[in-house]
């Protein structure tokens, strides 16, 4: 039995350590604090409990030793629980109380130490906390008591310092803080950064002056930086190319999530909202499977989705299975389907369409309906490749390997759309998708999609279409979104472009 104290970093999912990922995705239990992203809940294993313990200001919260006595109860109970608290369980965290309790108590425990937001939100923000010839040290300081009489924190031993002085859930004694310091020494001049959401797509950093930080609004949660580096603004989170959008995704959940993690890297903060989902195809996969059996019999085997490769390949034993049979390959990510599994492409088009394939695609060697092809698509699928091939005098067989079929959308994840600035599209059947299910009328200012085919659906359903990628890729399609933010800015929080 044992509980395990894990540092969920300041907000950024991608700065949660491995150990605690790798816990997450064990757990059996996750007891969080209010303010843990809910990206890096999402990481917790399907089915875990999810337990919010978190204090807030607006409604009762659990009191500390309630906190103690639940994790006490869980670990007796056994199977894995992870605490997981904000930043780092030992500074400011209450963790050090959370192990004594569970030492006293006999449960096992673990401590797994997180990136706290007194080093990560400065630095995001562009600002080191020690800088040869400005700051030689940091204190990290709580600004909870700062008005109290008998503040624990010695104000005046911070003024008289040459250290950076990070506070930590100090913004509403912000006034009071700059007062103590000023009044022991600190010149009013001293530079402040004050980062609100540090770390998140929503980071929003202010500069000022301790004269002034009184007067500054400021939400919580923030981290207040006082120093001469809070004046430096090197290289930030802020300066990413798509920092401040939030971009929709609507590719099935299986190719989404990494569109998501691509947007996130340039700073967007992504909803994914999947419309369509991956099933069989109607006959259960029984054509896949029988075509599979007979690959060698083919002079090419043509896979016109990753979709499609991916299906194809869980229905063959290995790549022996195509014998002498070329394969041809849409674009490169169904290549990189094949790669995987030891089958290289032997056609992929500089185009990454089916009408560039098909214009890519050799004709038979012998003569006229001389040569066979299997094609596997998707149930419903376009008849561009089939009817060129067999205009080039191949007999083609078609097999479907998959079906795309909308999804389910819940009310409250629709709701996610408030506020969105953009929303991506990769294939004609997710904008119909996405328009079945949240109305035209929810659609979001910037329409961005994957071609030309997608552009065309999406103004026949009377969008605007703002961006479209110059590659049929989500790497291009990125790519497009944030060369068209460089020149747009960073987006207010505007309405949806609906019909007409």
């Not at 700065?15 to 209010?34: K, P, Q, S």
């Not at 004269?211 to 609004?217: D, N, P, R, T, V």
């Not at 989404?256 to 109607?282: F, K, M, W, Y």
């Not at 500089?350 to 309906?369: D, H, I, K, M, V």
């Amino acid at each position: 039995m044992t509980v395990y104290l894990v540092g969920a970093g300041p907000g950024d999912p991608a700065l949660l350590t491995m150990r605690g990922a790798e816990l997450l995705a064990a757990a059996d239990v996750v007891v969080h604090d209010r303010l843990v992203d809910a990206r890096v809940l999402a990481l917790a294993r399907p089915g875990a409990r999810l337990v919010d313990v978190g204090k807030s200001a607006t409604s009762a919260s659990p009191a500390q030793a309630d906190v103690d006595e639940l994790l006490v109860t869980l670990g007796r109970a056994g199977g894995t629980v992870v605490r997981l608290k904000g930043g780092d369980p030992y500074l400011f965290g209450r963790g050090g109380e959370e192990a004594a309790a569970l030492r006293d108590a006999g449960v096992g425990y673990e401590v797994v130490p997180g990136v706290s937001a007194a080093i990560a939100v400065p630095a995001y923000a562009g600002v080191p906390v020690t800088h040869r010839g400005a700051s030689s040290g940091v204190a990290v300081v709580t600004g909870h008591d700062a008005a109290a009489t008998s503040s624990p924190v010695d104000w005046e031993l911070l003024a008289r310092s040459r250290c950076t002085v990070v506070v930590l859930m100090g913004v509403a004694a912000r006034a009071e803080i700059a007062r103590r310091l000023v009044a022991a020494g600190r010149d009013r001049a001293t530079p402040v950064l004050v980062v609100e959401r540090g770390t998140t797509p929503e980071q929003r950093s202010r500069r000022t002056t301790l004269a002034e930080l009184g007067e500054l609004e400021v939400a919580s949660p923030a981290t207040i930086v006082v120093g001469e580096v809070a004046g430096m603004h090197l290289a930030s989170y802020e300066e990413r190319a798509l920092f401040g959008w939030r971009v929709v995704v609507t590719r099935a959940a299986e190719q989404g999530a990494a569109l998501a993690r691509r947007l996130e890297s340039l700073g967007a903060r992504s909803v994914e909202l999947p419309v369509l989902q991956i099933a069989d195809p109607h006959d259960g996969g029984a054509a896949l499977r029988d075509a599979a059996s007979r690959l060698a019999g083919f002079d090419w085997v043509v896979l016109a989705s990753a979709n499609a490769a991916s299906r194809l390949l869980g229905a063959v034993r290995d790549a022996r299975s195509f014998g002498p049979a070329k394969v041809a390959a849409v674009g490169p990510a169904t290549a990189e389907v094949l790669s995987l599994r030891g089958v290289v492409a032997d056609l992929v088009p500089a185009r990454y369409t089916g009408e560039a394939l098909a214009a890519a695609f050799p004709p038979p060697a012998g003569g006229a309906s001389a040569g066979r092809v299997l094609l596997a698509c998707a149930a419903v699928a376009r008849d561009v490749v089939p009817d060129a091939l067999r205009e080039l005098g191949w007999q083609v067989e078609i097999v479907a390997a998959y079906a795309t079929v909308p999804a389910e959308v819940a009310a409250e994840r629709l709701r996610e759309l408030d506020g969105a600035d953009a929303v991506t599209f990769a294939s004609p059947s997710a904008v119909a998708a996405f328009l079945a299910a949240a109305g035209a009328g929810r659609v979001p200012p910037v329409v961005a999609t994957i071609g030309p085919v997608t552009s065309a659906a999406a103004r026949a359903a009377g969008l605007e279409v703002t961006v479209e990628a110059a590659e049929h890729t989500a790497e291009a399609l990125v790519a497009a979104l944030a060369a068209h933010a460089a020149v747009a800015g960073r987006p207010g929080r505007r309405g949806p472009q609906g019909r007409g």
